[in-house]
């Protein structure tokens, strides 16, 4: 892909993770890495004269990407298709048990991603004089070698290739970026500047705390009514689930811009998700529960009414009870995100020596 | 200080590393394959600034410090710690912050929303409170024609997720059609 004058090959190692992906591509002067997450690329550029080492450590990995997640729903359905195949087979009078083999590849296919992921997986890091990354897109080490075959030529072409008793020389140099609070060996008393400052993030904004309020006030309604009439639940239900999913929606927009904090959007979504999840699974219920009636009733007119009425069923005391109490529960993680989210966030202990 | 492991961040044995490139991590256990470049070697050299003598440009931000380069932006002298090679001249930390003077190279951009995925993503997503797929159409119409022609990834990327996330959208907006069609019908033959 030509980029103005930057021309990419991809290299191997891709990680196609459900929401995380990465991988690697080779400019002409540096390496491109690229992390994905659905919506967002982010790319950080690792010159080819700024590389210092790559270390490939041996690693249990046990991933599943998108593609193993394909094969076994392919493998799924190659089930349905033996037990078809053996329901046929039988049915002609001939007595094969194919579903035995299934299950038995089924095992060898599983130990055999059991093994892969412990024996034959690393981790991979990229260290310059600042920097110290994960390459996660190199996790099987026989992708970590081709890739290393592919990008050592031109490190070496870039800078040269490196004395023999390296072990020695390397001790008194630093390998990777500095810990915070140290120095270099290299250049003493080199005062290392301060972080630039995050930029400021809250928990608390007027849409936020609408949100936080709709989740309480429309679980405790939830609870409160529950018992009530079947007009008035309805109404309660609509008018609250409508701005918990408006003011959801302006809490990951707010959160995109910068203003809110990840740990409301991340509430923002588990509320969202809960009101689809729970709105699904109502409808099933409630379509198992009208097939149930309908087997047993004599009167097929009003069952048939029942089922025309979509929103009546919602009023079933157990489905608001519980709609009451995951949005009740949400309210509360929120109300606590609120009142805790402004607190200064502890420093964390960093091992990298 | 002697490579880290990979997995653990502890220094690897320096006896291991003498015999190859291989070593285990004494903390983790893990199989360290090391490659190492001449730069882990260099480091240090480049990055002291010289002190300015008497008489001598000095670096804008570092008065103390030696110029070497005058930012091509804004001019100011900058030291070897202040150069940044950017594009093909040098500049200023400040002009480098501030992207001052023309469009943002490629080579500066550190993140890019997938629009296309966005596209593709909306017809589907908003399948979970279904009223809502109402929506879909005109967002992701809107979207595929704001962003058709803005460049998707800066690696190898296709279009094809405009479409799918087009076709997916008219599918829905169809189906609404349909539904809109067929009350106002209903209502008419009650009336």
Request: glycine share 8%; with cysteine.
């Amino acid at each position: 892909m030509e980029h103005g004058n930057q021309r990419y090959r991809r290299l191997p190692g891709r990680r196609r993770g459900f929401i995380f992906g990465s991988s690697i591509w080779m400019g002409s002067d540096h390496l491109l890495l690229v992390k994905s997450a659905r919506f967002r690329e982010d790319y950080k550029r690792f010159y080819f004269r700024d590389i210092q080492a790559i270390v490939t450590a041996k690693a249990p990995r046990f991933h599943i990407s998108t593609r193993s997640a394909l094969i076994a729903l392919l493998w799924l359905c190659a089930l349905a298709a033996v037990n078809g195949l053996e329901f046929g087979l039988n049915a002609r009078g001939i007595g094969m048990n194919l579903t035995w083999a299934w299950w038995t590849v089924s095992v060898a296919l599983i130990a055999t991603w059991i093994w892969v992921s412990v024996a034959c997986s690393c981790r991979c890091r990229i260290y310059t004089a600042v920097s110290s990354d994960e390459l996660p897109s190199l996790y099987r080490t026989w992708t970590a070698r081709r890739f290393l075959e592919k990008v050592e030529p031109k490190l070496v072409e870039a800078q040269g290739v490196v004395e023999a008793n390296w072990a020695d020389a390397v001790e008194e140099r630093q390998v990777g970026p500095l810990p915070e609070g140290r120095t270099g060996l290299a250049s003493p008393g080199t005062p290392t500047p301060p972080p630039p400052p995050p930029p400021s993030k809250t928990v608390r904004t007027p849409i936020s705390v609408l949100f936080v309020a709709s989740l309480c006030l429309g679980g405790l309604a939830e609870l409160l009514t529950v018992r009530a009439a079947a007009s008035v639940g309805r109404w309660i239900l609509l008018g609250f689930v409508l701005l918990q999913i408006a003011t959801a929606v302006a809490v990951v927009v707010q959160n995109y811009m910068g203003k809110l904090r990840p740990s409301m959007r991340n509430l923002a979504i588990v509320a969202l998700a809960s009101v689809g999840f729970w709105y699904y699974a109502v409808q099933m219920a409630a379509g198992v529960a009208i097939s149930l009636r309908n087997a047993r009733s004599r009167n097929p007119a009003a069952a048939l009414q029942t089922q025309v009425q979509p929103l009546g069923l919602l009023d079933y005391p157990v489905s608001r009870g519980i709609a009451g109490g995951i949005g009740l529960l949400l309210g509360f993680a929120g109300a606590g995100l609120l009142l805790l989210g402004e607190r200064p966030s502890e420093e964390k202990v960093s091992f990298n020596v | 200080m002697p490579v880290p492991c990979a997995r653990c961040g502890m220094p690897l044995p320096k006896w291991e590393l003498r015999n190859g490139e291989a070593a285990d991590c004494t903390s983790c256990g893990s199989r360290n394959v090391v490659r190492l470049f001449p730069a882990a070697l260099a480091q240090g050299a480049a990055a002291l600034a010289e002190i300015a003598l008497e008489g001598e440009a000095a670096c804008f931000d570092h008065p103390g410090k030696r110029a070497v380069s005058a930012c091509l932006q804004c001019g100011r002298f900058v030291c070897q710690l202040c150069a940044v090679e950017f594009g093909e001249g040098v500049w200023c930390p400040s002009c480098v912050a501030g992207s001052r003077g023309k469009a943002k190279p490629a080579k500066s951009e550190a993140s890019r929303t997938l629009w296309d995925t966005c596209a593709v993503s909306i017809p589907f997503a908003l399948l979970i409170v279904w009223p809502l797929t109402i929506l879909s159409l005109p967002a992701v119409a809107a979207l595929a024609i704001m962003k058709w022609k803005q460049p998707i990834s800066l690696v190898r990327r296709w279009r094809w997720r405009f479409g799918v996330g087009l076709a997916a959208a008219l599918a829905e907006g169809g189906l609404w059609v349909w539904l809109i069609w067929h009350l106002v019908a209903k209502a008419r033959r009650g009336a």
